[in-house]
C-alpha cells in the first residue's frame, strides 16, 4: 500500500469500551498527526509526534491517549469516551515537523453510543 | 492567534459554471497558503499552494492567489465538473519567523460543493 492508511475505517462504541485507532504512513516521513473533525467545525489538531516524540498536545482530554511506537505507526487509544467526541479522526503525516505540506490517511468514522 | 475564514456553503452549482471559494485569514508574518479537498469518504488532499504574496497556486484548472494586500486566497476555477463536487479547505502555515508554530496548519471550516449535471 501507498500514502497514509487508516484502519478501522468506522467504529461503533460504547462509553465504557476500550478501543484503538491505527494509523500507518508509508511515505517514509518523520512527523504524524491526529486531527478531529467535527460537523460544521474546523479540522483541531490533537497531536503531534516528530521521530516518535510527542511534540504537541492541545489540550486533548485524557480519554484519549496517543502512541508513536515508530515512524511509521500511530495510535490513538480511546477509553470511556462521551458522545461528543464522535467525529472523523484524521491522521496525516509530513517529512519532518517543519515541513507545510501534510498527507492525510481517510479516517475513521467513531461513534460513540 | 492565527486563524481562517471561509465562505458559508454548502454551494451549489451547475456544471460548466465558474466557481469562486473566498478565503481570507489572519497571521502575522508571511504565512503560506493552502487549499485541500476532501472527496466523499476520504481524507484531505493538497490541492493547491501559495508560499509568497502574489504566487498563483493552480492545479486541475483551480487556480488561487496569495493577496497580502487583502490578506485573501480565494480559490476558483473556470468549469466544473460533477466530479469536483467535495469539501474544501482554506488552510495556512505560518513562516519559519512564527517560530515553533512553522509547519503548524490552521485550517477553515471548510465549503461543501455540489456541482449538477
Known amino acids: 500500500e501507498t500514502g497514509v492508511t487508516q484502519t478501522p475505517r468506522h467504529l461503533v462504541m460504547g462509553m465504557t469500551n476500550k478501543k484503538s485507532l491505527k494509523c500507518e504512513q508509508h511515505l517514509g516521513h518523520n512527523a504524524m498527526y491526529w486531527y478531529k473533525q467535527s460537523a460544521k467545525k474546523p479540522l483541531e489538531l490533537m497531536f503531534v509526534?516528530?521521530?516518535?516524540?510527542?511534540?504537541e498536545n492541545n489540550s486533548v482530554p485524557s480519554r484519549f491517549s496517543p502512541e508513536c511506537p515508530n515512524s511509521s505507526h500511530l495510535f490513538l487509544h480511546l477509553h470511556t469516551l462521551q458522545p461528543e467526541d464522535s467525529a472523523l479522526y484524521l491522521c496525516?503525516?509530513?517529512?519532518?515537523?517543519?515541513?507545510?505540506?501534510?498527507?492525510f490517511g481517510p479516517g475513521t468514522r467513531l461513534t460513540v453510543t | 492567534g492565527d486563524s481562517v475564514t471561509q465562505m458559508e456553503g454548502p454551494v451549489t452549482l451547475s456544471e460548466e459554471a465558474f466557481l469562486t471559494i473566498n478565503c481570507t485569514y489572519t497571521?502575522?508574518?508571511?504565512?503560506?497558503l493552502f487549499w485541500y479537498v476532501q472527496y466523499p469518504g476520504e481524507g484531505l488532499q493538497l490541492l493547491l499552494k501559495a508560499t509568497k504574496a502574489d504566487d498563483k497556486g493552480s492545479n486541475k484548472g483551480f487556480e488561487a492567489t496569495y493577496r497580502k494586500e487583502t490578506t485573501s486566497f480565494h480559490l476558483e476555477k473556470g468549469s466544473v465538473q460533477v466530479s469536483d463536487s467535495a469539501v474544501y479547505f482554506c488552510a495556512l502555515s505560518p513562516s519559519r519567523a512564527g517560530g515553533t508554530s512553522y509547519g503548524k496548519l490552521t485550517f477553515g471550516q471548510g465549503t461543501i460543493l455540489t456541482v449538477h449535471p
Open positions: 509526534y516528530s521521530l516518535e516524540e510527542r511534540v
Open positions: 497571521a502575522t508574518g508571511y504565512p503560506s
Open positions: 496525516a503525516s509530513s517529512q519532518d515537523r517543519g515541513s507545510q505540506e501534510q498527507y
